[in-house]
């Protein structure tokens, strides 16, 4: 979910011509309607429980006098032109009567848009399944919405009051919206989104109208979009019978959760724009890295940061956005965009028609692989630990805890629902568990629950990892290569093309999922073997990297045998079962040299036990083995909480 501030004048306009007909180019003089079904996209409908107190219901349709009144006029009645003629017709001035239609005092911030897209996964399926798919997949989205929307008129929205509006109130009546369904992209890729014109008007206990402070909406942005990715992905795997799978797109970032068994080369073919963005970002970055100042100084620092990459790539998406396109009915989008996917997407045909038979499958073996567990105290622990480390100084708010968390149960349910509430539940856990409130309030504003300053209880020092120095900035005048067609210099392997010439400060996330572990280890020595060990096992059993057995560590001394081998066993079958699953993104990296080798670890240990064995029963003088050690000869040991594969979760 992303979030823009509507405005009235030049940009309401802007909404009023284009956004409402589906991005596309409203003829002067054409009524909205007929612009709407000329451009194949559905009228917009209003939502949210504040429609009652302006005399509509949900699901209405939106009318330009409406929008015009709500968005365009600086806040009035949707019927404000209704209830100003009766004023004027019953003999009051035309002040009285225009102050009757109005909500309040007049705004020029007159709303905000919420733009609600899924995963790229999920509008693949909506654009190449078929008819049934598509409306499951239109509901479940419009579910999402309708789930966010909820949330933000209970938990977020306030409104301010008293002096310099130091006080604040949740509208008891709820918000009023209109809601825009667009069916593609600006490249004309498919991209199903809907645009939420969320009204600032909202009415106070007395029943006065006042505006809804959008900065807690914008600081509530990441929580909500969380909550709408968990929910329309819940919504769509239990729906179809499906699950959902973790994606890294940018090394060293969190990963998303993609609807499984998709090929990812339909990600790529739809990503046209994501392409010219990063092709020009790399330019960006170049000139902003050697960009040299009158005194021949540099200008910005040798390395660009996170917080200068993304302004860096905001200038990208501008730079490149191409012009509009003439919009289209949904039915010849879909027939070419599955013509195009055949066609261009080095995907097999038959995989294209037949995409949810094949996401079915894949999730069938996700099922029989995770089992549907979640430990509260656990998810607290990961989720503290990812938000101490990722937020400046280890400091942040209830709002943080509450994005993590919802990413967590995502990524540990696999696309089942959950029971409602749980997400609170785990920050409240978290809070009262391994933060300490910091705060110094100073203003009736942070004496908020949502505005407490939270840290956690640990040292930052014994959970950050060790940061890697970045690399040295290019040198501006350094020639360039001689021969042109030269091959390129290898890249490293934990970087994409186009990154390693390009210095940058090391990610945040990579440090704190090794910061969580850390923790979970910690824990998991305090904890008695089998709860804590076995939640954890269910919660990480679909991340095929954690069944792989860790180094042994080198013997002090050369004539003793490493006792991690006989601990570390290997569970062959499960991974020759992923390879041929081939539902995780992990799992395509089993080779089948990978498998022999592990099956000659785990052969090597054994042949290592039993002759130990033998050369105790044949030392003269030794004793018959006791019934204790006899069972540990011959049945694998169980797995340590602090070793083994499960060790460091």
């Not at 042949?607 to 069972?631: L, M």
């Amino acid at each position: 979910m992303d979030i823009a501030i509507i405005r009235a004048g030049q940009m309401y306009r802007y909404y009023l011509r284009q956004v409402v007909v589906g991005d596309g180019r409203r003829p002067a003089r054409t009524p909205l309607r007929e612009a709407q079904e000329v451009a194949g996209v559905p009228a917009g409908r209003w939502m949210g429980r504040g429609l009652a107190a302006l005399g509509l219901t949900a699901g209405e349709e939106v009318t330009e006098a409406q929008l015009r009144n709500v968005f365009g006029e600086r806040g009035r009645h949707p019927y404000a032109d209704r209830i100003e003629a009766a004023r004027l017709a019953a003999g009051e001035s035309p002040k009285k009567a225009w102050k009757a239609g109005a909500l309040g005092r007049r705004v020029t911030v007159t709303g905000v848009d919420l733009v609600f897209r899924p995963q790229p996964t999920v509008y693949l399926l909506w654009a190449l399944g078929d008819e049934e798919t598509r409306r499951v997949i239109e509901a479940a989205h419009e579910r999402a919405i309708e789930r966010v929307l909820e949330w933000i008129e209970d938990e977020v929205a306030v409104i301010r009051y008293g002096k310099d509006g130091i006080y604040k109130v949740r509208p008891p009546g709820g918000l009023v919206a209109a809601r825009f369904r667009h069916y593609e992209a600006r490249s004309g890729m498919p991209l199903l989104h809907d645009h939420l014109l969320l009204s600032v008007k909202g009415q106070r206990l007395d029943g006065t109208w006042g505006s809804v402070h959008t900065e807690v909406l914008f600081e509530n942005t990441v929580a909500a979009s969380a909550l709408y990715n968990e929910t329309v992905a819940a919504e769509v795997c239990e729906a179809l019978g499906l699950a959902t799978e973790p994606r890294t797109v940018t090394p060293g970032r969190r990963p998303v959760m993609e609807i499984a068994g998709v090929p990812h080369e339909l990600i790529r073919w739809t990503a046209r724009r994501g392409e010219q963005i990063a092709a020009c970002l790399t330019e960006l970055e170049h000139e902003y890295v050697t960009a040299v100042g009158d005194d021949g100084e540099l200008k910005y620092l040798p390395v660009v940061s996170e917080r200068a990459r993304a302004k860096l790539n905001a200038m990208a998406a501008r730079k490149t956005r191409p012009p509009k396109q003439k919009t289209r009915p949904l039915a010849q989008l879909r027939a070419w965009w599955k013509t195009s996917a055949i066609l261009t997407s080095s995907v097999a045909a038959d995989v294209i028609t037949s995409l949810l038979e094949y996401a079915r499958a894949a999730a069938a073996a996700i099922r029989a692989r995770v089992a549907d567990v979640l430990d509260v105290a656990l998810a607290a622990v990961d989720v503290t630990a990812v938000v101490f480390v990722m937020n400046s100084g280890g400091r942040f708010h209830r709002r943080h805890l509450l994005a993590e968390a919802r990413r967590h149960l995502a990524l540990v349910l696999r696309g089942r629902r959950r029971e409602a509430g749980l997400d609170d539940r785990i920050v409240d856990t978290a809070i009262a568990a391994h933060c300490l409130d910091i705060s110094e309030p100073k203003t009736v504003r942070g004496l908020l629950s949502d505005y407490r300053l939270y840290t956690a209880r640990w040292a930052l020092p014994d959970l950050q990892p060790a940061r890697r120095p970045p690399t040295p900035a290019p040198d501006p005048g350094q020639p360039p290569p001689a021969d042109p067609g030269a091959p390129a210099a290898p890249r490293p392997p934990d970087q994409d093309a186009g990154e390693w010439e390009i210095p940058r400060v090391p990610l945040r996330y990579d440090r704190a999922v090794l910061a969580s572990a850390v923790v979970r280890g910690k824990l998991r020595t305090t904890t008695a073997r089998g709860r804590a060990y076995d939640v954890a096992a269910h919660q990480q059993a679909a991340m095929p990297e954690q069944l792989l057995p860790r180094p042994a560590a080198a013997p002090e001394h050369g004539d003793q045998e490493p006792e991690a081998e006989h601990r570390e066993r290997v569970d062959l079958s499960a991974l020759r079962a992923l390879k041929k699953s081939r539902t995780d993104v992990e799992a395509l990296e089993f080779t089948d040299d990978q498998l022999r080798r592990l099956q000659e670890v785990s052969t090597r240990a054994g042949d290592q036990s039993r002759r130990r064995t033998a050369e105790r029963a044949d030392r003269p003088g030794a004793d018959a083995p006791h019934r204790e050690d006899d069972q540990q000869t011959h049945h694998p040991r169980q797995p340590d909480p602090g070793h083994g594969p499960e060790a460091g979760r």
